[in-house]
């Protein structure tokens, strides 16, 4: 199946705006033959730690995208702040499967505590897969991609893909690509990463996108770059399967 990382410019805390370009990155990702469209993380009012409400609940930016791959008949794989009974939001991934149904929700699980996240947001509890168009895929939020244990725990659960949203600043992107790369590599599986793309006022924060697609061996098959558009590949599954068996990792708790 065909996989398109979204890549576009940020407007801070204005849904409106960013779902109207969601809309357009989607006609483009059909376009180019896309089944699955991937978003960066909080995409519709940008990461951000401050106390600064956002204009719209959780609850109707989830509807949106809901309704996104609903009229276009895609997967899409977008974020929203999840309201949590007595305690403080989570930052979740959110996948639409093409009729509009809830395929997955993922909250990160590992906060970024540097930048204070954990002050805005509660922790998810466990890592969550889907499977998609003959694909398994694990879920995974920005600072999730620095820590391996998650990404070992999708290879055996036997996911073939790990999809990785993410608000990553332009000053480490250097360790974005290391990393992607590096998860896909000793997985031997495929990891798609979509980025954030702008400037934060608020945070004084530069964000460089550098949406990609890495493969088994971890080369990076599709890269976005650092403009608006986005990136798109077919996922190989046959090929995952086929380099786990020769390293004996499928299902593994070893290697």
């Not at 939020?141 to 055996?156: G, I, N, Q, S, T």
Request: hydrophobic share 40%.
């Amino acid at each position: 199946m065909r996989v398109y990382c979204a890549q576009v410019a940020q407007v801070w805390n204005d849904p409106e705006t960013m779902f109207a370009r969601a809309r357009e990155a989607v006609l483009r990702a059909v376009g180019d033959g896309a089944e699955m469209v991937v978003f960066s993380e909080q995409f519709a009012t940008g990461w951000r730690t401050s106390d600064e409400p956002s204009e719209v609940s959780g609850d109707v930016v989830k509807r949106q995208w809901l309704d996104l791959s609903r009229e276009f008949g895609v997967a899409v794989v977008g974020s929203y702040a999840r309201d949590v009974p007595q305690a403080l939001p989570q930052n979740v991934m959110l996948v639409a499967g093409s009729r509009g149904e809830v395929l997955a929700e993922y909250a990160k699980l590992h906060l970024f505590t540097p930048g204070g996240e954990e002050k805005r947001y509660s922790a998810g509890v466990e890592p969550v897969c889907f499977s998609y168009g003959g694909v398994k895929f694990g879920c995974a939020v920005c600072f999730d991609l620095r820590f391996p244990e998650l990404f070992r725990a999708y290879l055996k659960e036997g996911c073939e893909c790990v999809i990785v949203q993410a608000a990553w600043p332009a000053a480490r992107v250097a360790d974005w690509e290391l990393l992607l790369r590096a998860r896909a590599l000793e997985n031997r599986g495929c990891v798609v990463g979509a980025g954030c793309l702008g400037y934060d006022p608020c945070c004084g924060v530069d964000y460089s996108g550098r949406g990609m697609i890495c493969d088994p061996e971890g080369r990076i098959v599709a890269d976005a770059g650092v403009f608006e558009g986005g990136c798109c590949c077919g996922l190989d599954v046959e090929g995952v399967m086929g380099w786990r068996e020769r390293w004996g990792m499928y299902f593994s708790n070893e290697g």
